[in-house]
T-cell receptor, first 111, second 118 residues
Framework: DAKTTQPTSMDCAEGRAANLPCNHSTISGNEYVYWYRQIHSQGPQYIIH???NNETNEMASLIITEDRKSSTLILPHATLRDTAVYYC????????????FGTGTRLQVFP | SAVISQKPSRDICQRGTSLTIQCQVD?????MFWYRQQPGQSLTLIAT?????????ESGFVIDKFPISRPNLTFSTLTVSNMSPEDSSIYLCSVESPRGRATSYEQYFGPGTRLTVT
């Protein structure tokens, strides 16, 4: 699996958009970009994933650059409950590859 | 989505003993995973457990230390054997299921078992 690089930590004001970047310059053509988050003392939670098109769901938006070497997770209106560690993960096609976690970005949403 | 429960939720054990952690899923799944999360660290994959076959262990993890059972499509156990304080971690069960599209999968995680070894 391709490695990812994320900032160690970020802050965001409540109600503002949180933009979490991820670099995955060695991603291959059949690998997806997945985002998970882990709120303190809980198991990780799936947020969103994409291959090359931008994706949006009820939780977030995922913007993937045209060359697919980086992506940004956008939480449009961050709340205090979005404070968590966010993991960007690249994994292979069809779900047969393993989900390998890096160190993630610790997002702190403040009032 | 899949709902996963784990037992026990937490335990304090003495070194040299063993603990078996149970993972129950509310639907049938092919692939189950066991992760470890040491204090302040990210998640590390221990092994992949498919029903009807031997578990596949990641580098640094061995069957003698972490034996896994997968008797059916909704249940798995992980045993932490001959425990030492270094085994103090959160152990998480995870399952994979398709999400609509045939080529995209997501994993669901249990709440974890917090193990402290004294």
């Amino acid at each position: 699996d391709a490695k990812t690089t994320q900032p160690t930590s970020m802050d965001c004001a409540e109600g503002r958009a949180a933009n979490l970047p991820c670099n995955h310059s060695t991603i291959s053509g059949n690998e997806y970009v997945y985002w998970y988050r882990q709120i303190h003392s809980q198991g990780p939670q799936y947020i969103i994933h994409g291959l090359k098109n931008n994706e949006t769901n009820e939780m977030a938006s995922l913007i993937i650059t045209e060359d697919r070497k980086s992506s940004t997770l956008i939480l449009p209106h961050a709340t205090l409950r979005d404070t968590a560690v966010y993991y960007c993960i690249v994994r292979g096609y069809g779900g047969t590859d393993k989900l390998i976690f890096g160190t993630g970005t610790r997002l702190q949403v403040f009032p | 989505s899949a709902v996963i429960s784990q037992k026990p939720s937490r335990d304090i054990c003495q070194r040299g003993t063993s603990l078996t952690i149970q993972c129950q899923v509310d639907s049938q799944v092919t692939m189950m995973f066991w992760y470890r999360q040491q204090p302040g660290q990210s998640l590390t994959l221990i092994a992949t457990a498919n029903q009807g076959s031997e578990a596949t262990y990641e580098s640094g993890f061995v069957i003698d230390k972490f034996p896994i059972s997968r008797p059916n499509l909704t249940f798995s156990t992980l045993t932490v054997s001959n425990m030492s304080p270094e085994d103090s971690s959160i152990y998480l069960c995870s399952v994979e299921s398709p999400r609509g599209r045939a080529t995209s999968y997501e994993q669901y995680f249990g709440p974890g078992t917090r193990l402290t070894v004294t």
